[in-house]
């Protein structure tokens, strides 16, 4: 398998196309959370195609993700999948991996990997465990979990509330890096697969295939799992939720030798109020 993993610059150079398309997108409110799901005509559960919020670019035409290029920010939909257990990841595509992870996405997770390269995010590489452990390294990538609760009421938090330590009894405190994954080829055919797509989207436990990835050990063992879902702060089960990607990008000087825009080093945050439902919230 190794021989046929490319470098996280291979994937660069195949999203490169993709970045081109998001250069003109217009200036936008900040992403809405989803609206609680209502009875309708029976959908293709394999695919998803809901109203674009306002001000974001769909970055495939059946599936829920998009991105915005002035804000530079990613968004992609999904569910809960799991308020109980332990994990592996916080995030994977539908249909993969959602008995170890707490969101299940409606979309592969090379759209994301696509979107984050367009806002300027840098893919590192995912961990490596030989001949000796290294980290997984990359943009650091706040995520924000977006959702209504039963009251019809916008709630958000960071990804890591919903993550338990399970030495420290909290939340984890840890952040995601962009490892960046990596393609296999399947040698029958010569089409190239992307790892992440498989299920190691947003990871708790170390993969070398992960798009997004713990900059610290952690093991995949079943017996040393890190990390559990923390119950009390998870949404019920099937609770649409909406999550904002925010990679941490330097900004650049205003001019030569003005430092006001310093790198940032500290979680970006979505305004707290989202669109009302007259300016364009999905239905």
């Known amino acids: 398998m190794n021989s046929l993993t490319f470098r996280s610059s291979s994937i660069a150079v195949l999203f490169a196309l993709l970045a081109m398309l998001f250069a003109s997108v217009a200036a936008a409110q900040d992403p809405p959370p989803i609206e609680q799901e209502k009875e309708a005509e029976a959908p293709d559960e394999s695919k998803s195609v809901k109203p674009d919020p306002p001000g974001l670019t769909r970055l495939a035409k059946d599936y829920d993700v998009w991105v915005d290029m002035k804000r530079k920010l990613v968004v992609v939909d999904g569910k809960i999948c799991l308020r109980r257990g332990p994990l592996e990841m916080f995030a994977c595509p539908k249909g993969t991996k959602e008995h170890e992870a707490v969101v299940a996405v409606n979309s592969p997770a090379q759209f994301v990997h696509a979107g984050l390269l367009a806002v300027g995010a840098k893919a590192g590489h995912p961990v490596r465990f030989r001949p000796e452990y290294v980290a997984a390294e990359g943009t650091i990538v706040d995520i924000w979990v977006l959702w209504k609760d039963e009251r019809g009421e916008n709630q958000k938090v960071r990804a890591q509330e919903m993550v338990k330590n399970e ?59 890190l990390f559990a879902a923390f119950t009390e702060k998870i949404p019920p089960m099937d609770t649409e939720v909406r999550l904002v990607l925010v990679p941490r990008i330097p900004r650049t000087p205003k001019a030569s030798g003005d430092s006001s825009d310093p790198p940032k080093d500290e979680p970006a945050e979505p305004e707290a109020a989202p669109p009302e439902k007259d300016a364009g919230e999905p239905k």
């Open 167 to 225: 030495e420290t009894g909290k939340a984890m405190t840890y952040n995601w890096v962009f490892g960046g994954s990596g393609f296999w080829v399947d040698e029958e055919t010569g089409e190239r697969h992307y790892h992440g797509d498989g299920g190691d989207f947003i990871c708790v436990s170390n993969f070398s295939t992960a798009t997004l990835d713990l900059p610290v050990e952690s093991s995949q063992a079943n017996d040393a799992l």
